[in-house]
């Protein structure tokens, strides 16, 4: 039998479907089956979809696809998926995929400073350091949950900088969300609460005046968090 490996991910989040598209070809019937060797493997194959399959003689290009769904593999680990095709005679072809998989970044610092202040007067510093992945460049968002309903409320949309400052409505607490994305979007979460108290004085107008200019965060802005 000639096995061919048309398409195969080299590496993959683990949320994602994997899915290796193969074909075989063979003079005679054969019969064809997918194994799994790597970190919980036994679990990894009772997942597999469409793990064996016979080939009958003469066939041409006889597809031996491969799905697993997300979130079954082990994040930053190496799996061997063969394919293997044995005749009537015992006659044996194998063909073999590495995958290796992506993890989130690696927790660093999330800083937000001051920890207490006035509803759209204080303006907070918000601070992520020391995050860590291979897959580089890191980008970041940073929000925070609406107290009226839950909703979250982007503040810096993803990009490279890790750092971003701005005035808040009042929350005690008021939980505030760092996202860090990796270049193949695997995300890690990070949150803190702070202290937002109500203005006793007045709103400053010129704040008040930026918080209204604002466009508000978008449907697609939110989902990115």
């Known amino acids: 039998a000639s096995i061919s490996i048309i398409s195969a991910p080299s590496k993959v989040n683990v ?29 990894v194959y009772a997942m597999m979809v469409n793990a064996s399959s016979m080939v009958r003689s003469n ?16 994040p930053r680990s190496e799996t061997l998926f063969t394919l ?20 989130p970044p690696v927790p660093g610092f999330f800083t ?3 920890g207490t202040g006035i509803e759209l007067n204080t303006t907070f510093r918000f601070s992520a350091n020391k995050w860590q992945d291979s897959d580089l460049p890191l980008s ?11 909703s979250i409320q982007v503040l810096k949309s993803r990009d490279e900088i890790s750092y971003y ?20 979007d695997a995300r890690a ?6 202290y937002v108290n ?20 978008t449907i697609a802005e939110a989902y990115r968090v």
């Open 165 to 184: 400052s701005s005035t808040l409505p009042a929350g005690s607490p008021l939980s505030c969300v760092l996202v860090v994305f990796d270049s193949l």
């Open 59 to 74: 066939s041409i290009l006889s597809p031996m696809n491969l799905v697993l769904n997300g979130n079954i593999l082990i």
């Open 84 to 103: 293997s095709c044995t005749t009537l005679s015992n006659r044996v072809s194998t063909v073999s995929v590495s995958i290796m998989t992506n993890g």
């Open 189 to 194: 979460r990070g949150a803190r609460n702070i």
């Open 15 to 43: 949320d994602s479907k994997v899915k290796i598209l193969a074909a075989v070809t063979s003079k005679a019937k054969c019969n064809c089956r997918w194994s799994v060797n790597g970190n919980n493997a036994n679990a």
């Open 198 to 217: 109500k203005s006793t004085t007045g709103l400053n107008p010129s704040t008040l005046q930026t918080m209204l200019s604002k466009p508000p965060a």
């Open 140 to 150: 970041f968002s940073f929000a925070y949950e609406s107290t009226l309903d839950q």
């Open 112 to 114: 937000i400073s001051p």
